[in-house]
């Protein structure tokens, strides 16, 4: 089992900047794909981000794709997510994720673990 802990959201405004991070605990961390989504009030979640195990290969959704960056420290079994030129619409709540494969996924369904989330709000 792999437990991930996301933190670092809140309140910024448009323009701004934020880095979340999510530590993992449990199982290996450094044998995993990670990746990020988010999910706005009353909509569907999204893929934000995703990253291979050992962080050669990334993958952005084309809405943030220059503005955001996915990183990783396997040292110390966390992830970041880096978010530059924050817009209003990328208010949501943001989940880190784990899957069982060294390559990176995608879609939600690929991953087996997932976080509780952190509230990113944007300001206009």
């Known amino acids: 089992q792999v437990q991930l802990v996301e933190s670092g959201g809140g309140l910024v405004q448009a323009g701004g900047s934020l880095r979340l991070s999510c530590a993992a605990s449990?199982?290996?961390?450094?044998?995993?794909?990670m990746g990020w989504f988010r999910q706005a009030p009353g909509k569907e979640r999204d893929f934000v981000a995703a990253?291979?195990?050992?962080?050669?290969?990334?993958y952005y959704a084309d809405s943030v794709k220059g503005r955001f960056t996915i990183s990783r420290d396997n040292a110390k079994n966390t992830m970041y997510l880096r978010m530059n030129g924050l817009k209003p619409e990328d208010t949501a709540v943001y989940y880190c994720?784990?899957?069982?494969?060294?390559?990176?996924?995608?879609?939600?369904?690929?991953?087996?673990?997932w976080g509780q989330g952190t509230q990113v709000t944007v300001s206009s």
């Open positions: 990253i291979n195990w050992s962080g050669s290969t990334t």
């Open positions: 994720a784990a899957r069982d494969e060294l390559d990176l996924g995608l879609f939600g369904h690929r991953y087996n673990y």
């Open positions: 449990g199982r290996t961390f450094s044998n995993r794909a």
